[in-house]
């Protein structure tokens, strides 16, 4: 099975993401950790997204494009995967589109998570992720057994950089400036469902899982 999570930033897009990936055994691919990898790595990719990815601004088209592509080739990602944060303009949608018609391969689902904007600024500023697994957490939402510790792998939970408030402001009008034309894109495929992501996080799952075992 082949996914997709669409949302603006803190709709919970990792959070089911993660869920799904533990029932249908398929990988996660969130274009941010790829990213976030490449900056702590220090590689040529990593240099070139970290200025984009600190103003809170889209790295670009053909820098994400390449990423994927590169990532769905790998074996592992044979029997399906769930993307993460990809795509994020029509542009990026497109590629997918030819990259998997390559392959004989197309999505099966897409998952568009609805959270009124007025929870994710909170959401975002309570964001902990765990420098070991990616797990996320909310301090208060969602909050980990024992504070700053992964509860899935006790690793050391941090704050991500972008998640302050200012660049959060931006990475918000930047989602909005794409989101219609990416919804409208996939409506059209009739594999395009809405969740209202502002349910408790175990209940959004519950909605997903059974609208994928319904297909
Ligand atoms: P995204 O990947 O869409 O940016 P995340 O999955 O990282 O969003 O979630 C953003 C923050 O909100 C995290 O701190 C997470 O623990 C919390 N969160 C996710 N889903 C919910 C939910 N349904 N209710 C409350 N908090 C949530
Ligand atoms: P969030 O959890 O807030 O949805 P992500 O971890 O998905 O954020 O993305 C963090 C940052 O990484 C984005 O603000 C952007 O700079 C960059 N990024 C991630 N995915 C993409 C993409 N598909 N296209 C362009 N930039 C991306
Ligand atoms: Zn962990």
Do not use: W
Not at 13 to 32: L, N, W
Not at 172 to 194: C, I, M, N, P, W
């Amino acid at each position: 099975m082949r996914l997709i999570m669409l949302g603006p930033p803190g709709a919970g897009k990792g959070t089911q993401a993660k869920i799904i990936t533990e029932r249908y055994g398929i990988p996660q691919i969130s274009t941010g950790d790829i990213l976030r990898q490449a900056i702590k790595d220090k590689t040529p990719l990593g240099e070139k997204a970290k200025r984009y990815m600190d103003a809170g601004d889209l790295v670009p088209d053909d820098v994400v494009i390449g990423i994927i592509n590169e990532r769905i080739s790998q074996p592992d990602c044979a029997g399906g995967f769930i993307l993460d944060g990809f795509p994020r303009t029509v542009a990026q949608a497109e590629a997918l589109c030819e990259s998997l018609g390559l392959m004989d391969a197309q999505i099966d689902f897409v998952v568009d998570l609805n959270v009124d904007a007025k929870f994710l600024l909170a959401r975002l500023t309570g964001r902990r992720v765990c420098r070991n697994c990616g797990q996320m957490y909310h301090v208060e939402m969602n909050p980990p057994r024992s504070s700053g510790v992964c509860d899935k792998c006790g690793g050391e939970l941090y704050q991500r950089d972008d998640d302050r408030e200012e660049t959060i402001l931006r990475r918000f009008d930047v989602y909005s400036q794409q989101a219609q034309a990416l919804k409208t894109f996939y409506e059209a495929s009739g594999r395009y469902k809405v969740f209202d992501g502002a349910a408790p996080i175990a209940e959004v799952s519950v909605q997903i899982l059974s609208a994928l075992e319904g297909r």
